[in-house]
């Protein structure tokens, strides 16, 4: 409990500074995507709110900054669409129904998401690869310079003839896209050249203050928080405390038709939830030279998005870029991801008019630097240093990510480097022959498991062997099922040929099977050590005194 403790209170300084930068450049990109879903972004910013402050209290890995992200907010896409669809065929149609199967969706992913971690499903982020890390790390920073780049576009809504939204972008040009430009320089300048100043002042946040004063008192007529909202059709940064939302209960028909509509949407958006939590979890331990608990963090993550549902705010996860920029602003505790929270619902409730003089350059400056930062500059200089398989599959998963999403380049990663590891595991696989007193001996050496079955099988010739044949597997290990059963068929061969055959150096748990398997197996299998090669130490006392050279 004191080291929980401890999280909050280790460096509150950093950590309330952090926090309040996070905050800013939370917004933009919440409302971002909010534009993309189709849902009010006071629904995406109270989902940021609760979602960041229970994960950043409960969650396992301290410094990790969640919200509303947009790698959630693009499965729900279609469902939002749809759903106000099925919304008018109800017989008291219903307006805004996809909001209401939006809710509902998202306490069903966060559901997912706990028994995840009761499940103990998170350890298994373990088992993904480095070049798939790699991957996910270059994939994510090139899709959020991409969404910073339309930061330079006007936003103007359009209606269809079936009265379906559409957000028709077209891109700045001439004084205010130089200007634009210019701002977002000075703003990638103030955080790379104030900490060779001073480090006291924490470089993103006083970027933000400084280009931000320079617009207001010089008057440039530029983008801003609040007009990037009302040109999305939002109106304006101002809300509310998040309450229950009487209206889900109320309207959502609570049948076998709406889970089936939302289950597959839920389960998806769990799904890349939690792998981009866990992936932003690991990229944080590595640069902070400690380790998160991934169950945990499933757990929070799922409580944030129930309570979020039932609170009127959409879905999330853990957040690459602002994790990013809290760690770079020294934001290392549970407190970094509270004052983002808190910072955040202030500027809802009390701080809105002043938040929307904020200019879009400066968090978009802010972010582009995040994206230099988080790139993997190092896996373009290694590339030719690795294997052509790693570096295929750290090419592939960031190409995928930018065209597909997260959770498929993800999948696809693991799938190939696994794929690749069966095969040149399966060729591995040898068999040295050795002929003593008329008994010949196979030698077998490397794994034996599905994928070298095959290879296993050809180094035997049942018919033309003599008479009495010994399979050692002093240098092999049978790894599965697959394995098992080859041995078992070569054993079967010999024994219709009517030859005497052995199998030596078995481990204990092979031995079990085929005895269980077969009672006849048991005859064949000698029962000598599993490993010769590890012996006792015969006298203790001169071992603890290093008198032994080695043990063998």
């Known amino acids: ?45 109270s989902g940021a709110f609760i979602i960041g402050l229970i994960t950043a209290v409960f969650g396992g890995r301290p410094g990790l900054i969640s919200g509303a992200a947009g790698a959630v907010a693009v499965i729900f896409v279609h469902m939002i669409q ?139 007529e530029v983008s801003t928080v609040g007009s990037y909202i009302r040109e999305g059709g939002g109106a304006g940064l101002k809300g509310e405390f998040p309450t229950p939302n009487m209206e889900l209960w109320q309207n959502l028909p609570f049948n076998l038709d709406t889970f089936t509509f939302i289950l597959p949407f839920a389960f998806l958006a769990a799904s890349v939830g939690l792998i981009e939590s866990l992936m932003t979890m690991n990229l944080v331990d590595e640069l902070t030279d400690t380790r998160g608990d ?5 757990i929070a993550q799922g409580v944030g998005n129930i309570t979020s549902g039932l609170l009127g705010g959409t879905g999330g996860c853990g957040m690459i870029g602002q994790t990013v920029i809290n760690i770079n602003a020294k934001g290392r505790g549970r407190l970094s991801g509270v004052m983002m929270a808190l910072t955040l619902l202030s500027f809802i409730l009390f701080a809105d008019k002043y938040i929307e003089q904020v200019p879009i350059a400066a968090l978009v400056g802010v972010m582009f630097v995040m994206v230099i930062e988080t790139f993997a500059w190092s896996s373009i200089r290694i590339l030719r240093k690795i294997p052509r398989a790693d570096a295929f599959v750290l090419v592939a998963v960031s190409a995928i990510t930018v065209v597909f999403d997260l959770a498929i380049a993800v999948f696809a990663g693991v799938i190939i480097s696994a794929l690749v590891f ?131």
């Open 1 to 45: 409990m004191t080291k929980y403790f401890k999280q909050f209170t280790t460096n509150p300084k950093n950590d309330i500074l952090a926090g309040m930068t996070v905050s800013l450049a939370m917004i933009p990109e919440v409302v971002a995507f909010a534009f993309v879903a189709q849902i009010d972004p006071l629904v995406a910013l």
């Open 82 to 220: 749809e759903g106000h669809t099925k919304g008018m065929l109800f017989d008291n149609p219903i307006d805004n129904m996809g909001y209401f199967y939006l809710l509902a969706a998202v306490i069903l992913m966060g559901i997912f998401q706990i028994f995840a971690g009761v499940f103990k499903l998170g350890r298994f982020v373990r088992l993904i690869p480095y070049p798939v890390m790699l991957g996910f790390v270059n994939g994510l920073a090139i899709v959020i310079f991409w969404a910073q780049v339309k930061m330079f576009t006007h936003k103007t809504l359009e209606f269809s003839a079936d009265g379906v939204k559409n957000y028709v972008s077209e891109f700045m040009s001439g004084t205010e896209l130089y200007i634009m430009m210019g701002l977002v320089g000075l703003t990638m300048a103030i955080i790379f050249l104030l900490p060779k100043l001073t480090k006291k002042l924490p470089a993103s946040l006083t970027a933000i203050l400084v280009v931000t004063i320079i617009v207001i008192v010089s008057g440039l």
């Open 294 to 298: 991934g169950n945990r963090e499933c």
């Open 422 to 552: 069966a095969w040149e595991n399966a060729i591995r696989i040898r068999a040295r022959k050795r002929m003593k007193d008329g008994t010949l001996t196979y030698e077998i050496w490397g794994p034996l498991f599905f994928g070298s079955v095959n290879v296993f099988n050809e180094k035997f010739d049942p018919k033309n062997d003599p008479q009495y044949v010994e399979i050692d597997f002093i240098e092999s290990r049978i790894s599965d099922h697959s394995g098992l059963e080859a041995v078992k068929n070569i054993v079967q061969k010999y024994d219709e040929l009517g030859k005497e055959i052995k199998l030596r150096h078995l481990s204990k748990d092979c031995k079990i099977l085929l005895k269980t398997a077969d009672p006849k197996f048991a005859k064949m299998i000698v029962d000598d050590i599993d490993d010769p090669r590890y012996h006792l130490v015969e006298d203790p006392e001169k071992f603890k005194k290093g008198l032994y050279d080695t043990v063998e």
